[in-house]
Every structure is written in structure tokens, then in C-alpha cells.
């Protein structure tokens, strides 16, 4: 079976394609399989020619290619990231066509899987007071986390945004680095400050932050506080101890809702078992008003090898729990 999509917009056409057709190695690539592709790709000029013995196959090529020339008709601009979304959310539904849509996007970021819209959705929801994002590093977890939380205060949805993470010591003894609170934590926070400056300028960041729409504080800071009208975020959760994480997750107030993100694979505690991530996930994952989104080596923002080597370590560690 063949098809030939026509691009009639050179400018959608380049970009689609992408530098040298790198965005149309991505999209053959994602039809892999084993030696061989299910689907061959081929572009001449302005059109891409489909060639494929299977039907759903060849209908989400077509509804890639699709995807793209809509997004671009939208936005005027590809970029890899836009490439990866419309390969993830490209899948047939039960009559085994591929539904043309809209990319989802949070601020200016384009999701790039189904999971992450789920947890982005999730963060939006009145109904999801307690969002957890769990995950390999790469995987949009904490940055995400903070756009939604500037989306949430810039609307007038909160009045401010409160990042707590655990010190690299589970102790937090930062007694002994000198400054001030802010300048003792902001190391540990620098992907935290990436991310805000990602979504507004150095001098809106600075006004909020002395306006206190903006604070941080390690998590031995939040005790015996009621957080109301704020967006938390609990960054590197799985280095929380039990007793922390329950003392942050009771700092819940009302008007408020909290992200909690980590990776259990990265715990840096003495004793794994002390982690207040794991635990917080086995007693509360089942209640109705938390949503937990577990992230995967698919959901990857990074460069592509590091999904590939998500997925080494992570098949490591389940063939060092078998042998044990």
C-alpha cells in the first residue's frame, strides 16, 4: 500500500522535515521493528511517500505527517520536540484510524507524551489536590511542575509558588554554609531556577521572589506551617524520609494543591527504606483525589540516548533484584 502526502507550504515542509531530514529519520525510526520498518519513508521535493503492508501502520504515518503540517499551520515552528509529540500521540483508535489534533501544549512547551499530558492535566485539576510525578531523570517531572505553578499563579489560581526539597544531607544540617536561607539552599535548587527562567525574565523572577510570590526553603522549614493559596512543589522527594514527607504532605492548606516528584531509583538516604517517597506511594496511591503519574524511559525529554540509557540501568537493577 502507498500514500503520498503533499506539503504544499515550503516553509511547514522544511521544518517538518527537518535540518539534512533529520525530523524524517526521527519519524522512520519510530517505526522500527527488529532489522526492517513496518512503514518506509520517502520524501521528493515537497511530498513524503508512504509505502507499507500494514493498514494501522501506514494511518499513523499518515497521522504524524498530518499532525505536523496542523501544528505548523498553528504555530509557524517545528522544533524535535514537536517531532517527538506527534510520533507519541500518533496511535489508532478502534476503527484503526489516527484522529487528526491539536498537540498539547503547557505555556509555550509542547507535551511530548501521553503521560506527561496526564500529569500536566492532572496539575490543572481542582479535583487533584496531590499530584505525584515519578520517573527517571529527563522526564519533564520537575519542569513541568514549575511552569504549571507559573500558569497557576500568573491566572490568579494561587498567590504563590513554595519549592521545598530535602538538602543533599538527609539531615539538612546547613548550619554551617554561610549566607543567608536563600543563599544556603539555591544551589540545590539550580534546576529548580532553570526552569522559572524558562517561563518569565530575570526581572519578573526577581520582583516575585521579593514580593515572596516565590519562596523556597528546605523541607525542615515547612514545620508547624499551613500553606494556603499556594502551589507547592516537593522537588527530589525520594531523598525525604518518612517522617518528612508526612509532615510536608500534612502542610496542605485550603485553596492550595501540591506536586511531589522524585525518583526511587535515586535515593540518596542511608537506608533506602527510610524514603518518604516510596512510602507516601504505597499508602496513599489508591485514594481518590491524589494522582500518581509514574514516568518511564518513553517519556524522555533529553536526547535520545538517554531513554536508551534510562532503559539499561533500569534493566540492570531488575536483573540484580532476580538474582537476589
Known amino acids: 500500500m502507498n500514500r503520498t502526502i503533499s506539503i504544499p507550504d515550503s516553509a511547514a515542509a522544511k521544518d517538518i522535515f527537518g535540518p539534512l531530514h533529520r525530523h524524517v529519520a526521527l519519524i522512520q525510526d519510530s517505526f522500527r521493528k527488529g532489522e526492517s520498518h513496518t512503514v518506509d519513508i520517502r520524501v521528493s521535493g515537497n511530498e513524503v511517500m508512504l509505502t507499507s503492508d500494514d493498514a494501522q501502520e501506514l494511518a499513523r504515518a499518515e497521522g504524524i505527517f498530518a499532525t505536523l503540517v496542523r501544528h505548523f499551520a498553528l504555530r509557524r515552528k517545528l522544533r524535535e520536540a514537536e517531532i517527538r509529540a506527534a510520533i507519541s500521540f500518533a496511535t489508532p483508535n478502534a476503527d484503526g484510524e489516527v484522529e487528526l489534533r491539536d498537540l498539547p501544549t503547557l505555556g509555550t512547551f509542547t507535551l511530548q507524551t501521553p503521560r506527561q499530558q496526564r500529569y500536566v492535566e492532572a496539575m490543572r485539576s481542582e479535583e487533584k489536590p496531590l499530584v505525584f510525578g515519578v520517573g527517571p531523570a529527563g522526564t519533564g517531572k520537575t ?82 506551617r499551613t500553606l494556603t493559596n499556594a502551589f507547592v512543589i516537593v522537588d527530589e522527594a525520594q531523598n525525604a524520609t518518612i517522617q518528612q514527607m508526612k509532615m510536608v504532605l500534612t502542610r496542605l492548606g485550603q485553596g492550595s494543591r501540591m506536586v511531589v516528584t522524585g525518583d526511587p531509583s535515586q535515593i540518596d538516604l542511608p537506608n533506602e527504606r527510610m524514603s518518604g517517597l516510596d512510602h507516601a506511594l504505597s499508602i496513599l496511591g489508591r485514594m481518590r483525589r491524589i494522582e500518581v503519574v509514574r514516568f518511564t524511559a518513553q517519556d524522555v525529554m533529553r536526547h535520545d540516548l538517554v531513554a536508551e540509557i534510562v532503559e539499561a540501568y533500569d534493566s540492570d537493577e531488575r536483573r540484580r533484584r532476580q538474582a537476589t
Not at 505553578?149 to 490568579?156: D, F, K
Open 143 to 224: 519542569f513541568l511542575a514549575v511552569t504549571a505553578a507559573v500558569e497557576a499563579l500568573r491566572n490568579g489560581l494561587v498567590d504563590k509558588i513554595i519549592v521545598t526539597r530535602p538538602a543533599v544531607e538527609a539531615g539538612e544540617r546547613l548550619g554551617f554554609l554561610p549566607g543567608a536561607l536563600e543563599e544556603k539552599v539555591d544551589p540545590y535548587l539550580q534546576p529548580i531556577w532553570d526552569a522559572f527562567r524558562s517561563q518569565m525574565r530575570d526581572d519578573e523572577l526577581k520582583q516575585r521572589r521579593e514580593q515572596n510570590k516565590i519562596e523556597v526553603a528546605p523541607i525542615a522549614f515547612m514545620r508547624g
